[in-house]
């Protein structure tokens, strides 16, 4: 069965530096998604992403953070500097359908994000 | 602003019984609504979802039920096993305008316990 895959498991960086978050949604899928869950709270939506561009963001998804689809399969989360308060697990998430319906979306493993 | 809510955040069934998971929404613009099973340590597995043009959705041992008037939604799963045991979010989205994929809202969840 196919699934969207994420790298890596668990990243730990020091506060200011740069991280990137890698996701291979399931294949046919056109839409992507990037999520977070700080530790003891609700999943949060950041991003999703469509055709090359974003569709819609969050709040908490600033100047600070950027998503790309450098090519065929991976869907890459970028923060540029980071921060204590972006210790997070990160889940990507694909779906299929684009218009006149709804389709569920399929989450990764995640990535754990530590920052110190 | 919690847009999607689960007030009970523990639930312990024993073995062969009904579980009934509770969600309650706040905006009416919400049209459709899914169930996530999450294990630690692993991402949001999608159970079942409902559209709001619906009041009932069967898979097997899980139902969903949608009370649109009272803005509720409930899972059903009979019976239950000790497999079942996991942390369930209940998420609702809507449909964009241009007709394409709306983000998911999540509630905090509700860890099942199911007892042998």
């Known amino acids: 069965e196919p699934e969207v895959t994420q790298t890596p498991s668990h990243q730990v960086t020091q506060m200011g530096q740069e991280v990137i978050l890698r996701c291979v949604p399931i294949s046919n899928h056109l839409y992507f998604y990037w999520y977070r869950q700080i530790l003891g709270q609700k999943v949060e939506f950041l991003v999703s992403f469509y055709n090359n561009e974003i569709s819609e963001k969050s709040e908490i998804f600033d100047d600070q953070f950027s998503v790309e689809r450098p090519d065929g399969s991976n869907f890459t989360l970028k923060i540029r500097s980071t921060k204590l308060e972006d210790s997070a697990m990160y889940f990507c998430?694909?779906?299929?359908?684009?218009?006149?319906?709804?389709?569920?979306?399929?989450f990764g493993p995640g990535t754990r994000l530590t920052v110190l | 602003d919690q847009q999607v809510k689960q007030n009970s955040p523990s639930l312990s069934v024993q073995e062969g019984r009904i579980s009934i998971l509770n969600c309650d929404y706040t905006n009416s613009m919400f049209d459709y609504f899914l169930w996530y099973k999450k294990y630690p340590a692993e991402g949001p597995t999608f159970l079942i979802s409902?559209?709001?043009?619906?009041d009932k959705n069967e898979d097997g041992r899980f139902t969903v039920f949608l009370n649109k008037s009272a803005k509720h939604l409930s899972l059903h799963i009979v019976p239950s096993q000790p497999g079942d045991s996991a942390v369930y979010f209940c998420a609702a989205t809507r449909m964009n305008y241009g007709g394409s994929q709306g983000n998911l809202i999540f509630g905090k969840g509700t860890k099942l316990s199911v007892k042998p």
């Open positions: 998430a694909s779906s299929r359908l684009r218009y006149g319906g709804h389709n569920e979306q399929f």
């Open positions: 409902i559209s709001s043009i619906k």
